[in-house]
């Protein structure tokens, strides 16, 4: 990369008197990565999710050389894959534990492009194909489940497509159209398979190379107060060895990940054993959970009531899952403050509450603390009072630390939900009725500091 | 001849526009129209009618007090209530679709994906489902065989 691109011999120069290279060598050499007194750690993420989808790439290639889809040779190809061919079961594990990963890093990274306000002008359409991308990701997850067509990804499958006909209008279409029938059946599985291994992938690339694409253009995101980073980074080589280190960590990781936990780590929503062959004449098994990723939704579908404002109860909780995910894409154009290259520590806190709402969720939709065997199930009230209980911890502990480290003084976000948190949990109140109350306290808030104009403070992000 | 004045070839380029238009919309209606058929699943067909469980059904219905038979397309749970009394009612949970069960110590049906719970004529005792679920006949016959006929309103599809 250091060389002169003057040369006109050698295979750059037989290139180069072709294809004009120079000019993309002057762009390489030149191109730097932004230094401030911010940490750089959030600038890797990115790498790192997308040296998880390449092993996605690589491994799934390889699944595909044994893998059938067909009613009797999914769960008996995965299974011949996992149990026969040599190192089939480490394909499998590395396939599994470097989707989980990809999520982690995925969800890492735009809450950490959440915090610093990378999001905000010029840079819009680099954080909306970001969430994109993590919609497609999702997509993997879900229509990859599917593939070993065992009693886990029947019911999963069962339950995320039923959700689609809770669209208006068109949602008894976009059933029929997702399961290929009525019902989950081997028809769904072929539909799933072809998204899980050329459509989705197929966006992804376009996507992922539009994503470059934008970065490249702009240059990763300065400091927010900063138009112009005070100094830069070279990213050949410098960044970009860092880059190359990290991937060896994440190689490192997910290989021993893979190896000594070959099915996962055996908590619901992260396990992958196969289990037994879809039955569709099989009732539900108790304790049946989605992956990780989706327990906040699981949880929410068990905590909307049969009906809500004229609705059925998962019409109301998808519309509100809905909602959320649309404010989430559309937070360039909301944060107002980041688009002025102001600190908005309001958005910050929301970035912590969204983590707060969504761990809360979980360790709901584990039952933790919730008691429960083989034979009795756990409490529900139980387990939201024990889960209350972790959820305020870590509040108050991350609050304390935003505030001593991070010097943050903006926290209505985090306390409306705190306050959700406590009156579901230890008052007892529903969920809903938490929230509403919640949010009511929070529209209080915001008016009162609007009016004692205190939003204007001057606070870090 | 005299030239045509500009606001008439005006007139003219916007027909030209609006027709090119048209033809666009019409191409990208012939395209997309037979790909969302396609999508669309054929209606299935399957014995929608009245159905008889079969040997290994019966015997497991004997056994656990329940059995799950398929009618059309549907999916249809099959029991015997503490006072032997043979029921049957749909069973895809009306909150997401997921296969419920009868639990004989507690006299109820539960759905282990949301926790609903319904009691033995399929109304909704507790948890998320919106709706009950619905309710199939069911006879023994004098052979001992077991005929599940579905509901006058059925819309199993």
């Not at chain 1, 253009?217 to 970009?240: C, E, I, N, Y």
């Not at chain 1, 039952?367 to 509040?395: I, M, R, T």
């Not at chain 2, 015997?80 to 679709?97: N, P, V």
């Not at chain 2, 005792?125 to 001992?144: H, K, Q, S, V």
Request: with cysteine.
């Amino acid at each position: 990369m250091s060389g002169e691109p003057e040369s006109g011999g050698g295979v750059f120069g037989w290139l180069d008197r072709r294809y004009g290279l120079k000019p993309l060598v002057e762009f390489m050499r030149h191109k730097e990565v932004p230094i401030g007194a911010h940490s750089m750690v959030w600038y890797y993420l990115g790498g790192a999710t997308l040296f998880f989808f390449a092993m996605q790439v690589a491994t799934g290639a390889l699944l595909l050389l044994f893998y059938q889809a067909g009613e009797h040779t999914s769960y008996e190809s995965i299974r011949f894959i996992t149990t026969k061919v040599p190192f089939g079961w480490l394909v499998r594990s590395l396939h599994c534990w470097s989707a989980h990963l990809m999520i982690v890093s995925l969800i890492t990274h735009m809450f950490s492009t959440m915090m610093l306000k990378a999001y905000r002008p010029p840079r819009e359409l680099t954080w909306v194909t970001g969430f994109v991308l993590l919609t497609l990701a999702l997509g993997f997850g879900f229509s990859g489940y599917l593939l070993p067509w065992n009693e886990l990804a029947f019911f999963a499958t069962a339950v995320g497509t039923d959700s689609v006909k809770a669209v208006p209008g068109i949602g008894d279409f976009l059933l029929q159209v997702l399961r290929g029938g009525a019902d989950v059946s081997i028809n769904t599985l072929h539909r799933f398979f072809g998204l899980h291994v050329v459509l989705l992938p197929l966006a992804t690339v376009g996507l992922v190379s539009a994503h470059l694409l934008v970065i490249q253009r702009q240059g990763m995101a300065p400091p927010l107060g900063h138009k112009v980073a005070p100094r830069g980074m070279r990213f050949f080589p410098d960044f970009a060895l860092r880059d190359l280190q990290l991937w060896l960590i994440c190689l490192i990781i997910l290989t021993s990940l893979a190896v000594f936990l070959p099915y996962g780590p055996h908590i619901p929503g992260i396990e992958w054993e196969l289990g037994k062959k879809a039955n569709p004449l099989a009732p539900a098994y108790p304790g049946i959970k989605p992956e990780w990723y989706f327990l906040w939704v699981y949880q929410l579908l068990k905590e909307f009531p049969p009906h809500f404002f004229g609705m059925e109860g998962p019409q109301g909780a998808l519309l509100l899952i809905s909602a959320l995910l649309g404010l989430w894409a559309a937070m360039p154009w909301i944060d107002r403050r980041a688009q002025r290259d102001e600190a908005s520590p309001g958005f910050s806190d929301i970035g912590a509450a969204a983590l707060l709402f969504l761990g809360f969720l979980m360790l709901m939709a584990w039952d933790v603390g919730g008691g429960g065997d083989a034979v009795k199930l756990p409490d529900p009230q139980q387990s939201a009072h024990v889960c209350a209980l972790w959820a305020l911890g870590f509040a108050a502990v991350a609050t304390a630390l935003r505030a001593l480290f991070l010097h943050q003084r903006y926290f209505l976000f985090t306390g409306a939900t705190a306050l959700q948190i406590a009156l579901h949990g230890l008052a007892g109140l529903s969920y809903l009725l938490a929230a509403a109350i919640s949010l009511a306290v929070l529209a209080v808030g915001l008016l009162v500091l609007r009016a004692r104009g205190q939003d204007r403070s001057e606070v870090k992000p | 001849m005299k030239t045509t004045p500009p606001d008439v070839v005006h007139t003219r380029r916007s027909l030209l526009d609006y027709l090119l238009g048209l033809g666009f919309i019409g191409f990208a209606a012939s395209v997309f129209y037979p790909v969302l058929r396609y999508l669309k699943p054929l209606a299935a067909a399957g014995p929608g009618g009245p159905l008889k469980l079969t040997a290994d059904e019966l015997t497991k219905l004997t056994h656990e007090h329940s059995v799950i038979t398929r009618l059309g397309t549907g999916r249809v749970l099959v029991f015997e209530d503490a006072q032997q009394k043979l029921r049957a009612l749909d069973a895809r949970c009306t909150h997401e679709g997921c296969t419920v069960q009868y639990v004989p110590g507690d006299s109820v049906i539960w759905c282990a994906c949301h926790n609903g719970r319904y009691d033995l004529d399929g109304r909704v005792l507790a948890g998320p489902p919106p709706r009950p679920l619905a309710i199939y006949g069911c006879t023994r016959d004098a052979d001992g065989s077991v005929t599940v006929i579905p509901p006058k309103n059925s819309s199993e599809s």
